[in-house]
């Protein structure tokens, strides 16, 4: 049986960062995709589409070996995430990713504080099931873009290979400052213990 979302955010581990979660050798083979298939992200423009131009999920993408490193990345970002909940509140039911892709910020871009599950007064979440959220990041060859998490008073610019790992209850709002130079690179994604949300690929 699962913990409750309560006993979860009382956690004295979130936001849990992982230093070096990712291999050099994963980073780089990321990065060279994301630079090498620029175009295949599409036009983005703040004024319109917010998301557009910004994503790719493993269905646009084209490599077997990328492919093999996001589902080996999955994986691994489950059981990192099992382990610590295990350690503080015991056995949990298996964990799910429902969402994982490239998620890239140019110069301009920001975030607002928000909950991934929840909204603040009870009002209808989208994506309620969405239990934590993960960011690892591929570079940090840029300038703002930091994520803060203004209920706790931090505001984190991670290194390059790190994962950074919370809940998506309203006592996580996070956000992310405005990018002022270069090119935030991070791999997104949300994890969930309902499995009819799994996703494959």
């Not at 093999?68 to 949990?92: I, N, S």
């Amino acid at each position: 049986m699962r913990s409750p979302r309560a006993a979860i955010d009382l956690l004295p581990i979130f936001p849990l960062i992982i230093p070096q979660f990712l291999q050099v050798s994963e980073r780089q083979a990321l990065l060279q995709y994301v630079t090498e298939h620029d175009a295949d992200f599409g036009q983005y423009d703040l004024k319109q589409d917010y998301w557009a131009g910004r994503t790719l999920t493993p269905n646009d993408i084209r490599s077997a070996e990328v492919l093999k490193v996001f589902r080996t990345l999955r994986d691994r970002v489950v059981a990192t995430l099992q382990q610590h909940l295990a350690e503080h509140l015991g056995p949990q039911p298996p964990l799910y990713v429902d969402l994982v892709n490239f998620a890239r910020w140019p110069p301009g871009y920001e975030l607002a504080p928000h909950a991934d599950s929840e909204n603040p007064g009870g009002a209808e979440h989208p994506y309620p099931w969405r239990d934590f959220a993960s960011v690892i990041y591929l570079n940090d060859d840029y300038e703002g873009g930091e994520i803060f998490f203004p209920g706790h008073g931090i505001e984190l610019q991670p290194q390059a290979g790190a994962l950074a790992l919370f809940p998506g209850t309203l006592r996580y709002l996070h956000g992310v400052r405005r990018v002022t130079r270069g090119m935030r690179q991070t791999i997104a994604s949300f994890i969930t213990y309902d499995a009819t949300r799994r996703y494959e690929f």
